[in-house]
């Protein structure tokens, strides 16, 4: 199944920035796309240390902690965004035979097994969670959204995010030593940038339309 109808994506890396900052820039393309004046894009960027809850959790949970909240309109509950974690945000007019929120967050848990892979570890799914795990850990979250049949939000993988962030509450409904990064999984970690470059190839083809 093609999820999508144009052949071109592009990459486009808004670098580190605050999650509003990152939020309207995101909203603004996907209304673009929508009305045909953008092309399809994955936004890349770092950003400044939050912790985002989905529709399915509440920013007042999390009001004691000493780190800004925000509630967002992405699926799932809350999760850590921070320095050293590789946030990325596909922006995918889906096809109109492709119309289907969980087989494309299933491409996008795929690029990330894949992307893990690379760098030399077995990536994997859990039955009851998403995202992308490594044995028993958790490495990359996903959490996503849909305007217009444009879809937003996206993924987060840990690079050499400060893992103690995760340990003030409990990331995803999830107990907080299962988080893992990339740095602690290798002993040490590629750059920021590779990591882009090699999930972008990853997603790339896994939603590339058929010919």
């Known amino acids: 199944m093609r999820l999508r109808e144009s052949p071109r994506l592009d990459a486009v890396d808004l670098g580190r920035l605050s999650h509003p900052e990152a939020e309207k820039i995101m909203i603004d393309r996907v209304e673009k796309i929508a009305r045909g004046e953008a092309t399809d894009q994955v936004l890349f960027c770092e950003l400044e240390p939050i912790i985002t809850v989905g529709r399915a959790g509440a920013a007042a949970d999390f009001a004691h902690l000493k780190i800004p909240v925000q509630e967002v309109s992405r699926g799932g509950k809350a999760t850590f965004h921070g320095l050293g974690q ?38 994997g799914r859990d039955e009851r969670n998403t995202g992308c795990w490594v044995g028993k850990k958790k490495i990359g979250a996903v959490g996503v959204a849909v305007r217009k049949w444009v879809t937003y939000h996206g993924v987060s993988l840990n690079v050499t995010t400060d893992l103690s962030w995760f340990r003030q509450f409990h990331p995803c409904g999830l107990e907080p030593e299962v988080m893992t990064s990339l740095e602690e999984q290798l002993g040490s970690a590629p750059s920021l940038t590779e990591v882009k470059d090699v999930f972008f190839a990853h997603l790339e083809e896994v939603l590339l339309p058929c010919r």
Do not use: C, N, W
Request: charged share 15%; hydrophobic share 45%; aromatic share 10%.
């Open 86 to 123: 590789m946030v990325a945000y596909p922006l995918i007019h889906l096809a109109p035979d492709a119309r289907d929120l969980h087989a494309y967050l299933y491409s996008l848990e795929t690029a990330l097994i894949q992307t893990v892979e690379t760098f030399g570890l077995k990536g």
